[in-house]
């Protein structure tokens, strides 16, 4: 049997000092997490992390760079996650739009609340994408090639 990832895409996201997550009930436990979700079939990466920012979030996202490419080992589900994440800006709120039933609420948090909830992140991931945000680490779009 061939070994396949899981493909993921991220969107971090920091509007007036504070980073958006989405709260949402995972293994019998809320979580934290960047608006983030698998890539779909015949799906560009970057329409993925649109798409998913928008179930998640009721929001458009517009993606204006790459923060980085992630591979983190879930040993206790022998999963591994390839994760594109991405930095940009909200253009939209659809106000009509309901969440991702998964979705509990959406939060805008500061860096030090989300460190205060370090054990309820999702993975490990959410905190280093954000750290990498912080960091500078913007990489330009046109890294990614969608052939077709």
Known sequence: MTWKPHATVAA??????????????VDGKNVYNQPAGHLEANESFINAVIRETEEETATI???????????????????T????CFGGKLTERLENQALDPDIIR?????????????????????????DDYRSGKHYPLEL?????
Do not use: M
């Not at 923060?67 to 040993?75: D, N, P, Q």
């Not at 996650?81 to 594109?84: D, E």
């Open 12 to 25: 971090v996201i920091e509007e007036n000092g504070k980073f958006l997550l989405v709260e949402e009930h």
């Open 61 to 79: 996202f517009q993606p204006d760079y790459l923060i980085g490419l992630y591979r983190w080992v879930l040993t206790a589900k022998d999963r």
């Open 81 to 84: 996650y390839l994760r594109l």
């Open 106 to 130: 959406t939060h805008w948090l500061t860096y030090d609340e989300i460190i205060a909830k370090r054990d309820s992140l999702r993975s490990p991931l959410v905190l280093e994408c954000i």
């Open 144 to 148: 990614l090639k969608d052939l077709e």
